[in-house]
């Protein structure tokens, strides 16, 4: 195989979970760095757990990160359909080359029948695998049981395919990650690749799919390595070339347990609603194994996938550090230009009129309230006194600062002064400075002199530079909302 072709293949039963975009990624930066061609398949041969509305979110999420393909189900390719629904009529053919090879036989047992293998070889402290009872039914036995109204799925032979290209039970491979891996196949169990109902199972479908869009190389989690090494069978029974294999470590929550909705938002539209940027997310999940060799971890993809290669990544499973995470996304917050940064916030502005500022006003407020922002979310509680006639005082804010006499001195002679003010920011430092100081003669610290305006103007003591503050507000909300502070 001389071209790098990989995949990603979500199967829709769920929003894009972040663990599935790392994997995204890492197909997508190992196609980028090695001129290959990096594809979406979706894996819904599952009708029951699969929606429209999980195939949508799939698909606007890998876009939201940047990790477009070149083949896929929308934009399509020579190797299509790349909708595992829609390839329904190309899996019983090869199923039935296995069968002919011998390499896969009819299994008419019925639920019950399995259900009561399994629960003998749990009573006998067995690890389960199918008895094989099937293997072996002459012509005469299937015709009665096709009789009896039953039919059969296809189980894989995994003794006869061993033996046909291995010396013994032991199955290696070597992985791009993990190095070499083996298994001892006879603890398998012949699994069914084609159901009942003429369906196929994953197993069975993957390695179809893979070895028709000529798949070179196949990078997911560590949680497929069993499944591996029924697939290499497969590929090898149908006298394919087998791909080659990379396995991720799984990503772990801090606690160490599997990342789950308990810890925090899973799925990549979550985290977009909770304001984080996709530039930022991608950048983290790259950290999730994969580590920069300059040491430099803030890189956009396009850098990571300079820097990319596949056999170091580490095969020890990550943890999804969401402080770090919360730490990259106010850095990029704080680097984001000022034009793509307004419109981003506008999703956590739609509480305020926004029609009340100018938009000189408006990149303002952006510019002065962006430093402490965590979460483009974070934005909503930072700014309401930029916005309406008056302002919530919070409770403590009133007794503490504004009831104080001080501040009630503080706050009319600033009102006696600022009338005859111009209201731009420069003229408004100086004015300010001059008012600190003529307070401070009298003893009182500057710092109380601005709380008492702050606290008027905001109705809270901490929050954006002042003088923006007042300037955006203008001279008549200002002095409204002073002299309603005023007792
Ligand atoms: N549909 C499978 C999943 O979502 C894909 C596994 C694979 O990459 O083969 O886990």
Redesign the pocket.
Known sequence: MSEVRVRI???PSGNLHVG?ARTALFNYLFAKKNNGKFILRI?DTDAERTSQAYIDNIFDSLKALGLNWDEGPDVGGDYGPYTQSERFDIYPKYAQILLEKGFAYECFCTPEELEAEKELATKNKQAYVYSKKCENLTEEEKEKLRKEGRKPALRFNIAKAQKAFHENSILKFDDLVKGELHMDTDLLGDFVIMKSNGTPT?NFA?VIDDMLMKISH?I?GED?ISNTFKQILIFEALGAEVPRFGHLGMILAPDRSKLSKRHGATAVSEFVEKGYLTDALINFVALLGWSPSDGQEIKTVDEIAQDFRIGEISSSNSIFEYDKLNWMNSHYIKMLPIEELKEKLKPYLTQYDLSELTDAQYTRMVEVTREPLTLLSDITDAVPYFFGEGVEIEPEVQSDVLDTETSQEVLKEFVAQAKDWEFDEENLHEKLEVFRGKFKEKGIKPKVTMWAIRAAVTGRTRGADMTAILAILGKDKVIARVNSAIK
Do not use: I
Request: aromatic share 10%.
């Open positions: 293949a979500p199967s599935t894996e994953y993957v196949v997911r497929h």
